[in-house]
C-alpha cells in the first residue's frame, strides 16, 4: 500500500501553517454603477489596504504571506505561490492550493483560468509533468500521475468524472491518509490526457450550474492529483503523493441573498464548510488550537491529510476592488489575514471634503506615489474618464450612509468582534454602555411623559386644542442623518379620541390603554394589508434617531445574547430563544433585524408584533 511519508529530504520540520496569498483583480467599471471607484488597493508585495468604514480618515492595512496586485499575470501568481509545493507531491507529501474569495472577485479565473491565460491548475499538472520528465533516471524511482474530479455540494461528495453518481463517503485508514471509495481514478500520462478528462467534466459542471442557481459558486470544485512513485529496486517502496486544487465556493454572505428554503439550506451547508475552513486555517495558523476541527464538515475532513500537518497549503484569498464587494472583502481578509494595522490616513481624498477636486483623479495621483504600473494606470485613467463629473467628493460615504449598509456595517463589526475571544471583554463594554443609555432613554421617556401629561390636562381645559389631527409623519428612519428632535412620545390624551393607528403608539402608556389595544390591534392585523399600514404609522411616529437606537439594540441583543438575555425580549420565550441561539450557531449573525424570519417559526406577523413590542418596551417601559 501507498505510504504518505511525513517529511522528506531532509525537512524534518513540520510545516502546519497554512501560507495566505491575496489576489487583487482589476477595477471594472461595470461592477461599480456607483462610480465608486475602488475601496481597495496594494501598498506592497505583502501589504494592501482598504477604507475604514467607521472612519474615513483611516485605513485599515492588512500584512499577508504575499500580495498580488491588479496587474500581477497568472505566472506571476504562479510562479510565487503555486510552483513551490509542487516538488512536494513527487516525494510523497501532500500539498493543497485553495483559491477562497466572494463570487466574481476571480477565483475561478485563478485556478482555471482561460485559454489565453490559463490559471494555477493547468500550470500545476504542467507543471508536474514537466518534474517528473526532469528527474535522474538513476534515482531509480518511476512515477506515475492520476486524476479525480470532484464537488462537494450541499455537503455532498459528488464525482465529476462519473455524473450521475451518488454522494461519496469519506474515509481514512490505520495510516491516516483519507480516502474516498468508489471515485474515478484516472491514470494520465501527459498534459493533454489531463485536459481531455477535465475540460468536458468542468464545462457539464457549469452548465449544470446555471440551470440549477449557480451551483458553482455555491459548490467547491476539487482537482486531485496523484503522485506515485515505486522504486525500481527491492523493496520497491512506493510513495503517494497529493495535491488538490480547489475552487471554494463563494464566500460572500448567502443570508443577503434572501435565500429560502433549499436555497437556504444549501447555503447554510457552504457557510458551515467554510466557516470550518476558516476554523480550521484558523487553528492552524495560531498554533495553539488542541483540536483543529477538520471533521466539522465535509470539506476539511476530505483535505484533512493534505491541509496543515505535514503538508504544504497554500490559500489564495481573492478580492475584487469595488466597493459593492466591500464587506465580502473585508470579511474575506480579515479571515486570511495574519495581521491588521488601522492607519490614520484616508484611503481616498474623497473623504476630504474638497469639492472642487474630482474625485477620481484624487484618488489616481495618490496612486501614482504607490504600486502599480503606468500603462495600466493609463488604463484605467481612460476609461474613468466619463466617470468623473458626476462623483462627488462623498460618493462613497454616501453609499456608507445608506441605513441598510450601516445596519450591514454595524452588523458586520458585531460579527468580527464576536469572531475574536479578545474582543469579548469590549463586547461586554458595549452591552453595559448600551444599557445604560437605554436606561437614560427610559429617564428622557418618563420626563417627556410627566409632560405630555401636564399638556394634556391644559388641553382638557380648553376644547379648541382638543386634538383630533395626526400627528406630523416624520421622515423615515435614517440611521446616519443626524436627528436634531428629541425622543417625544405622542401625548396620552389623543388615545382616546385617535384612530388606530395613533393608539399603538401609546399603548405602552397605560394597562387600561394597552388592553383596549391588544384587542383593537389583533381587529387590525386581520385584513392582510391594514397590519402594514399600522406598523408604517407606529414607527413612523417615533423619533427617527431613537427608533433606530432601538433597532441597533434588539439586533445587539439578538446577535450577542445569551438565552437569559434573548428571553428577556418581548414575545422570546424559552423555545423561540434556543431557535435564535441554534440559527446564529449555523449561520453566524443577523445582519438587520428582518433576518429574525428565518428563524424557524416567527413569520412576518410575529415578527411585526416583535418588533413593535420590543422597541415600544425599550421606550416606554
Ligand atoms: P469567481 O470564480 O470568484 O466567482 P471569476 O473568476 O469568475 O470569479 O471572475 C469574475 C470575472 O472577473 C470574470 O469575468 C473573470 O474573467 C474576471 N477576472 C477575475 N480575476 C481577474 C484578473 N486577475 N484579471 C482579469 N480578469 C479577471
Ligand atoms: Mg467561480
Redesign the pocket.
Known sequence: MAQRVATGDGASKKTSRVRVAV?L??Y?GKQDEKNEGPCVRGLDSQNLEITNWRNATETVKYHFDAFHG?Q?TQQQVFISSVKPVLPYALNGQNASVF?Y??????????MLG?SGQPGMIPRAVRELFNLVKAKDEDEGWDYSIGMSYLEIYNEKVLDLLSPGSHDLPIREDKDKNILIPGLTHTTISSFSEFDKLFMPATLNRTTASTKLNERS?RSHAILLIKVVRTQRAFPNRQQTGKLYLV?LA?SEDNRRTGNQGIRLKESGAINLSLFTLSKVVDSLNSGTAVRVPYRDSKLTRLLQDSLGGSAHSVMIT?IAPEYKYYFDTFSALNFAAKSKLIVNKPFTRETVAVPVLPVKRARRDQEAGSSGTEPQKKKQKEEKKTEQDDSSPSAHLDSLSEPSVMDRLLALEKLMMSCQDKDRNSMLNDVAQSRKEIQELKEKQKKYESQALLMSQSAKQEPAFKNTSVPLQRKPSNATRPNKQQAVVQPLQVSQLQPLKQLAVVRKQSVCVKKKEKKLSDHVELPGGKENIMETSWESQLDTSVLEHSRQKILQVLNSGSLKELKGLQLIGDKKGKLILGWREIHGHFLKLEDLVKVEGMTEKRFSSFMKANILSAMGK
Open positions: 489576489r483583480r482589476p471594472m491588479e500581477t483559491a474569495g466572494p463570487t466574481g472577485a476571480g477565483k475561478t479565473h485563478t482561460s459558486s475552487d463563494g481573492n
